[in-house]
């Protein structure tokens, strides 16, 4: 299995970026996906997650409102639209692939996890 995360950057505050992350080697509509970041220094935390179907979602209260998450099953892929970013952002982002069809906020749920990608959020 493997996840391959995509989108990150830098971008000043107050703007957008819309992270990808693709998976192959499991049947990706089986599973809900998630969305952590680690900034330096501190724990991986929760951003968001979404079911098997793309009908429900969850966020982190830090993010609610201004992040986004979807899937689209038939590119294997998930999304994770971030706007009005703040510096507090910045964090590499990682997504992983659950362990079943519906969404935890818990990390241990997701069995598979991508490399990670960069959000630098300047000022």
């Known amino acids: 299995v493997q996840l391959q995360a995509s989108g990150g950057g830098l971008v000043q505050a107050g703007g957008s970026l819309r992270l990808s992350c693709t998976i192959s080697g499991r049947t990706f509509s089986d599973y809900a996906m998630g969305w952590f970041r680690q900034a330096p220094g501190k724990e991986r935390e929760f951003v968001a997650t979404i079911n098997w179907s793309g009908d429900f979602t969850d966020y982190a209260d830090s993010v609610k409102g201004r992040f986004t998450i979807s899937r689209d099953n038939a590119k294997n892929t998930v999304y994770l639209q971030m706007n009005s970013l703040k510096l507090e952002d910045t964090a590499t982002y990682y997504c992983?692939?659950?362990?079943?069809?519906?969404?935890?906020?818990?990390?241990?749920?997701?069995?598979?996890w991508g490399q990670g990608t960069l959000v630098t959020v300047s000022s």
């Open positions: 992983a692939a659950g362990g079943s069809r519906y969404t935890s906020r818990k990390a241990w749920h997701y069995t598979s």
